[in-house]
C-alpha cells in the first residue's frame, strides 16, 4: 500500500469535490450517459450531511493535498433490472499517475467496511473490465450483462 495516501470523506463543496466529480463522470459518461457532474457532487453533499448513513464519499488525498482517487456507496446504483440489493460501490477512479500503487484498492476496501459499520454484509458492484481486479482482493462474480450496450460485471463481495 501506499503509505503517502490517505483516505478520508470527501470534502463536499471543495475544489477536490468538483475535480472528483468530473473525473467519475468522464470515466463512467459512456456507461451511464443520463448522469451528469452534478450527479457525483449531489452524492458527496449527501454524504457529509449524515456519516452514519449512504451515500458514503470517498477521496485518496496524497501527501501534497492532491486528488489522486474516489469511490462511494450508495444504496441503489440505478442499473436496470438489478436484482442485487445493494448498497453498491459505485463511481470508482484513480488518477492515471497513481495507478498501480494499490489506492483502488484502499478506496475499496475502505468503502466496503464503512458499508458493513452500517449493518450491510454484502456489498455490490458493477465494471465494465477490471472484474479479474476486483477478484484479486476477495470480490465474486454474480452475472454479466449490459448497461446501455456495454459489456458489464456485476460483483458481490460478502462479509
Known sequence: MTSDIVISDMPADSKLAQIGAKWAFDDWKETDPNDDIQWYLNVYSESAVDPLSLPISLAAIAGNDELVGVACVVSDDALPDAQEPGPWVAAVFVNLKYRGRA???????????????????DVYLYTRNVAHWYETFGWERVRETHLHQKPITIMVNRA
Do not use: F, I, N
Open 103 to 121: 489506492v483502488g484498492k484502499q478506496l475499496v476496501t475502505e468503502a466496503v467496511r464503512r458499508a458493513r459499520e452500517l449493518g450491510h454484509s
